[in-house]
């Protein structure tokens, strides 16, 4: 077989703040009818494509065991058609048709944007936050260092990225204990790894 179905419940493991899964409460009222969306991966990527979301309406449940048929033909899967019987797990749907009860926390992981360094993003390690006063709405304040930035980097924009905040929790989610706290402020990790408020920070010269 030339494809197979990605564990949803592993990619959230690795990503739990930028890949989704529905709740379990979903899951739980899910029967007979209802559709689906599950990843299929291809064993042999083709066209530089890893894999296709589609949609499977439910035809039996037995407690996290399903069965449905496809309800769309894939793109690059020529073992696959419409109206094919997929044998599927909970831990393989990725979307429902219900609402989401826990979506509006996923909501603000994708939508609340940051400025990191693209250091921090090569590195995945950041050791330094300041939050300024945000720009709009989705904008959250926070710019994010990897501390090892130096002055030549630090001037250039193009080493910068606004990216949603879901990527920096992924690298460290102890940062939510303080996240919402009000401009102007800046943390910094000590030798422990922990986060701490630097009180004398040098906002003078930073507002300049």
Sequence with gaps: MSWYLESVYKRNKEAPYTFYIPSQEVIDILRIGDMVKLIFVFETRADGYAGERMWVKITHRDMENFKGVLSNDPFNISELKIG???????????????NDPNASKWDYYFDTKIIVSNDVLERNEFNFM???????????????????????FLSNSDNFQYISIGVILNIDDSVLSFIDEPPLCAYERND?????????????????
Excluded: M, N
């Excluded at 422990?192 to 300049?208: M, N, P, R």
């Design 192 to 208: 422990h790894g922990v986060f701490y408020k630097i009180e004398d920070y040098d906002w003078e010269s930073y507002l300049a």
């Design 84 to 98: 094919q019987e997929i044998s599927f797990r909970a831990e393989h749907i990725c979307d429902t048709e219900y």
């Design 130 to 152: 300041l939050k300024d006063d945000p720009k709009d709405g989705q904008d959250s304040g926070w710019s994010v260092l990897s501390g090892y930035e130096d002055d030549r």
